[in-house]
Antibody, heavy 121, light 107 residues
Framework: QVQLVESGGGVVQPGGSLRLSCAAS????????MHWVRQAPGKGLEWVAC????????YYADSVKGRFTISRDNSKSTLYLQMNSLRTEDTAVYYC??????????????WGQGTLVTVSS | DIQMTQSPSSVSASVGDRVTITCRAS??????LAWYQQKPGKAPKLLIY???TLQSGVPSRFSGSGSGTDFTLTISSLQPEDFATYFC?????????FGGGTKVGIK
């Protein structure tokens, strides 16, 4: 079955950097759009970014554009989120998710368990 | 950006009740809408996509309707495992956006 396992979360100071990873299994990773979605403590869901199946196109939320970079290594079935210039408001659980469809950005059909990122001095 | 407004923000209901949650988009999004269920400490779960298509494995007591700007999620007979928070999401335009959530609690 589809499995998504995030890692790389932790505590970082404002202005610092962190790279999240999402190891995928149980499906053909290279065929699907992948997403990052975050949830601040006690708050709702916020879509962060997504990347096409072949890595040729990325899309970002305005709140992270220019600071975060989504990427993927299809040979390793792994999704990444490089987070730079972190702010306290980036504190959240970060989920990776697999899209329903192979080549079009649509709905998050499967989700990982999430990894917590805390930005604090 | 497309704003997604859910109402109510919370509702108290009893087992067996019919529960309806609405989601309004600030611009027409055709049927590019999903509903997710999230329980405390857990990842969201896709319930309905394309406004009214039930995701595989989701009980038939869940249904979705609407198109354009106004959408509805209905739980026909609330079960104990349905107490959770529900989010809508539009995927017609970037950035993808979620509604603020509706918490379904026990009356």
């Amino acid at each position: 079955q589809v499995q998504l396992v995030e890692s790389g979360g932790g505590v970082v100071q404002p202005g610092g950097s962190l790279r999240l990873s999402c190891a995928a299994s149980g499906f053909i990773f290279s065929n699907y759009v992948m997403h990052w979605v975050r949830q601040a403590p006690g708050k709702g869901l916020e879509w962060v970014a997504c990347i096409r199946y072949d890595g040729t196109k990325e899309y970002y939320a305005d709140s992270v554009k220019g600071r975060f970079t989504i990427s993927r290594d299809n040979s390793k079935s792994t999704l990444y989120l490089q987070m730079n210039s972190l702010r306290t408001e980036d504190t959240a659980v970060y989920y990776c998710s697999k899209d329903r469809l192979a080549t079009t950005v649509t709905y998050s059909e499967n989700w990982g368990q999430g990894t917590l990122v805390t930005v604090s001095s | 950006d497309i704003q997604m407004t859910q109402s109510p923000s919370s509702v108290s209901a009893s087992v067996g009740d019919r529960v309806t949650i609405t989601c309004r988009a600030s611009q027409p999004i055709s049927s590019w809408l999903a509903w997710y269920q999230q329980k405390p400490g857990k990842a969201p779960k896709l319930l309905i996509y394309a406004a009214s298509t039930l995701q595989s494995g989701v009980p038939s007591r869940f249904s979705g309707s609407g198109s354009g700007t106004d959408f509805t999620l209905t739980i026909s007979s609330l079960q104990p495992e349905d107490f959770a928070t529900y989010f809508c999401q539009q995927v017609n335009y970037f950035p993808l956006t979620f509604g603020g959530g509706t918490k379904v609690g026990i009356k």
